[in-house]
């Protein structure tokens, strides 16, 4: 079974720092992995989505990097700014077709003004 | 174009009784989720149908019912309420097949048993 784990579960950090998000994963036979966005009450937004036979995909500030054989990817978001404030979790998917995304628990980023 | 949305937002409800979450998505995706999020947890599958007129159960179905009503709506039921079914609930769709893997989620449904 695919187990997926964030740690920290919180992170505190002025405006302006960059943001390092870890998500980990048991099981490295993945089709691809997902960084969504959660604000408080809200649906989940997708981030980046990266496909097991990439190493990173970047959008803007944010950058995702996949190290299928270590079973690791991690978010990187620079130049951090209040509006960054949110839950951010990783999601992995094992087959293309599988109906299934394995969830992390989340890390609850604040970025202090 | 307004994605996935889901009713209600709120819901209180009192033990044993049954209610119905809607969602509908307007992107002709063909393949919707429902989902439960706990406090410190992932989102928990609780069941999906992978195309119009299929269903499958997902990690945590039991106390739960769905119906994919057509190719836009999919509905969760639950008969008979028990506080254990005190969570978030979401409903997501996705174009399945080829690349295109992203799920897109509806606001969420709150959902509070007494």
């Known amino acids: 079974k695919q187990e997926v784990t964030q740690i920290p579960a919180a992170l505190s950090v002025p405006e302006g720092e960059n943001l390092v998000l870890n998500c980990s994963f048991t099981?490295?036979?993945?089709?691809?992995l997902q960084w969504f966005r959660q604000d408080p009450g809200k649906g989940l937004t997708s981030l980046l989505l990266?496909?097991?036979?990439?190493r990173e995909q970047t959008s803007g500030r944010l950058n995702a990097s996949l190290d299928k054989s270590s079973g690791r990817s991690t978010l990187y978001i620079a130049a951090s700014q209040p509006g960054d404030s949110a839950t951010y979790l990783c999601?992995?998917?094992?087959?293309?077709?599988?109906?299934?995304?394995?969830f992390g628990a989340g890390t609850t980023v604040t970025v202090r003004a | 174009n307004a994605g996935v949305t889901q009713t209600p937002k709120f819901q209180v409800l009192k033990t044993g009784q049954s209610m119905t979450l809607q969602c509908a998505q307007d992107?002709?995706?063909?393949?919707m989720y429902w989902y439960r999020q706990d406090p410190g947890m992932g989102l928990r599958l609780i069941y999906y149908?992978?195309?119009?007129?299929?269903?499958d159960k997902g990690e945590v179905p039991n106390g739960y019912n769905v119906s994919r009503l057509n190719k836009r709506e999919f509905s969760l039921r639950l008969e008979s309420a028990a506080p254990s079914q005190t969570s978030v609930y979401f409903c997501a769709s996705r174009l399945a097949g080829g690349l295109e893997g992203t799920q897109y989620f509806g606001p969420g449904t709150r959902l509070t048993v007494l």
């Open positions: 992107m002709n995706h063909n393949s």
């Open positions: 099981d490295s036979a993945i089709y691809n």
């Open positions: 999601a992995v998917r094992r087959r293309p077709n599988d109906y299934k995304l394995s």
């Open positions: 149908s992978a195309s119009e007129g299929t269903t």
């Open positions: 990266i496909q097991s036979s990439q």
